[in-house]
């Protein structure tokens, strides 16, 4: 453990370079403005239906997406992961530090997000039970889809791209017409999980033990690819 | 030091500098008992269809080697392959005996400076370092990191962010961050880029000094100046392929197809060049601007056999110096060959 806490350190400082926090600040409280917005205006309270539609579906993903991607996409991009792959550190710990630190990350963007708008909005059923479903819902899905960006970046530089079209087009589209789909969709498992708590989730979500199993094999699955790879990085030379 | 006589066009000169343990091209034994720090052997790169290294072999131990070629020959794969970067297409790099690839247990040993320049733009030179010593594991990061930022004359500005660092503060900040666990092995890929000539001098001391404390230094330059001054021996590389090892000069006696050109100033220059053209193994003699310009094959034979041709002749000389022996001149004949 002692090994990670410099990594901890080195990717939570290269994460919060002032232009991705001030992004990423945005990115995570567009519900709550909205949230405020439909307050003042006057307008029916509804936090399940902001929370499954603006935050599990596009809020969640895109903060993951960004973070994931940077954790340890940005260093290789610019190739100052050099320093770390040339320290005595075992690969999977730079693997395991990087998701840590970038899934730590998100849900501290987007827990608060998921509690701030249930607070404002309220719940047509039970609020309290809204607002622990969708946090948990979310700490655990954001945390599957950050360890999967982190994953996706060390395998290709276009992680950023590739993410983006799994979220909007794998899970936007595809997932929602092909019934088979939904076991390779982090968004399907972690509605399903919220659907545990006994929130109402539109469509035919995951059954929660399945949405456990999909979202703990992602985690795993992400943690043991990124460190095989890792394993085999090359840095090429400038000649 | 030892010499391995002319080898045929297609292998390169291989010159072994006692205590240093060269492998010879084609597998040969190596020249001296000691295990060489860090081994090449036949070692090959090659991204698609595109050689970048090719059955390259050599071995290093203790002192400062120039690793030198024209820029896309080869330099930096070979580092990258040499610290564990690259994986070898073919043959294997041993470091302390053991495989390079695969094994971040040698970085313990080994330090690296890159020759990208990206260094974590928000972090002040002493936090590079002491992060580069928390992840060495280093007992005392602070202090570490401190003699680090020292040794490369970084402490006035190590606690400004690198960002606002010159290219030459940026090198020194990646050369404190390499040496903070006090490696046996320095691999540094064109470390001189951007530095002032004081910065220069300063580094060139210091790469001096920890070698002959016992480091085994590798540094690769296409600047001639900068390995002719600083290395004891040289690493050639052109097109992928080593063309030359060894002490430049001992490199330089072994072309035999190129005579060695000598300019001497006498007491008497017309009658040292009669005399001169006597000797076998001399085949020119040319005189201009006050001196006689020698043309020779033979090496020793012709420096053994100077001082007696000018005693026997009653001709005091005053000046003998090799005109064609300068690294340039070795380098120049080797890319071209």
């Not at chain 1, 701030?116 to 969708?134: E, H, K, M, P, Q």
């Amino acid at each position: 453990m002692t090994t990670m806490v410099p990594l901890f350190d080195v990717t939570l400082r290269g994460l919060l370079s002032r232009r991705r926090t001030i992004l990423l600040v945005l990115l995570a409280g567009l519900p709550v403005l909205i949230a405020l917005l439909i307050r003042v205006a006057g307008g029916r309270p509804d936090a399940d239906r902001i929370l499954d539609t603006l935050v599990v579906r596009t809020v969640m993903p895109l903060v993951a997406l960004v973070i994931g991607t940077a954790s340890i996409g940005s260093e290789i991009e610019d190739g100052t992961a050099v320093y770390l792959m040339v320290k005595p550190i075992a690969r999977w710990r730079i693997a395991v530090s990087k998701i840590v630190v970038a899934a730590g990350l998100t849900a501290l963007l987007v827990v608060p997000a998921v509690v701030l708008t249930g607070v404002l909005l309220g719940s047509r059923n039970d609020t309290a039970t809204t607002i622990v479903g969708f946090s948990v819902a979310c700490l655990v899905g954001g945390t599957a889809y950050t360890a999967a960006f982190v994953a996706l970046s060390v395998f290709t530089s276009r992680a950023l791209l590739l993410g983006l079209a799994y979220v909007l087009i794998w899970e936007g589209v595809l997932a929602g017409l092909l019934e088979g789909t939904k076991f390779l969709s982090i968004r399907q498992a972690t509605l399903g999980l919220a659907a545990a708590f006994g929130i109402k989730v539109p469509g035919d979500p995951l059954a929660p033990t399945i949405s456990v199993i999909v979202l703990g094999t992602v985690l795993v699955g992400a943690v043991v690819l990124a460190s095989w790879r890792l394993a085999r990085f090359e840095v090429r030379g400038g000649d | 030091m030892t010499a391995s006589p002319m080898p045929p066009s297609d292998q390169p000169p291989v010159a072994s500098p006692s205590g240093t343990a060269a492998a010879a091209p084609n597998g040969t034994a190596p020249a001296a008992a000691i295990a060489p720090a860090l081994e090449v052997d036949h070692v090959s790169r090659w991204y698609g269809n595109v050689v970048a290294v090719n059955d390259i072999s050599f071995g290093l131990g203790p002192g400062v080697t120039g690793l030198l070629g024209p820029n896309g020959a080869g330099k930096s794969t070979l580092l990258h392959l040499m610290a564990g970067l690259l994986q070898p297409s073919a043959g294997r790099v041993l470091v302390e005996g053991a495989s390079a690839w695969r094994r971040p247990a040698m970085y313990r040993h080994i330090g690296l400076v890159p020759e990208r320049e990206a260094v974590h733009p928000y972090l002040t030179g002493r936090e590079f370092a002491r992060l580069n010593a928390r992840l060495q594991g280093v007992a005392d990061p602070d202090a570490a990191a401190g003699r680090a930022i020292a040794t490369v004359d970084l402490t006035d500005a190590a606690d400004r962010p690198i960002g606002t660092y010159s290219k030459g503060m940026r090198q020194r900040a990646k050369l404190a961050g390499a040496l903070v666990h006090d490696p046996t092995i320095l691999l540094l890929d064109e470390p001189f880029n951007g530095m002032d000539p004081r910065q220069r001098l300063h580094m060139m001391t210091l790469l001096r000094s920890m070698a002959a404390d016992g480091r085994t230094i590798l540094f690769s330059s296409h600047i001639l100046e900068e390995v002719e001054r600083l290395a004891d021996s040289v690493l050639v590389v052109y097109a992928g392929r080593l063309a030359a090892s060894g002490d430049f000069r001992s490199i330089r006696r072994l072309m035999t197809d190129r005579p060695h050109t000598f300019t001497v100033r006498s007491s008497d220059d017309r009658r040292l060049a009669a005399a001169l053209m006597a000797d076998p193994a001399v085949f020119g003699v040319e005189l201009a601007d006050g001196r006689v310009a020698i043309r020779t094959a033979d090496y020793d034979g012709f420096t053994r056999a100077l001082a007696r041709i000018a005693k026997a002749g009653g001709v005091t000389l005053y000046e003998v110096r090799p005109t064609d022996d300068s690294l340039e001149s070795v380098f120049s004949y080797l890319v071209r060959r």
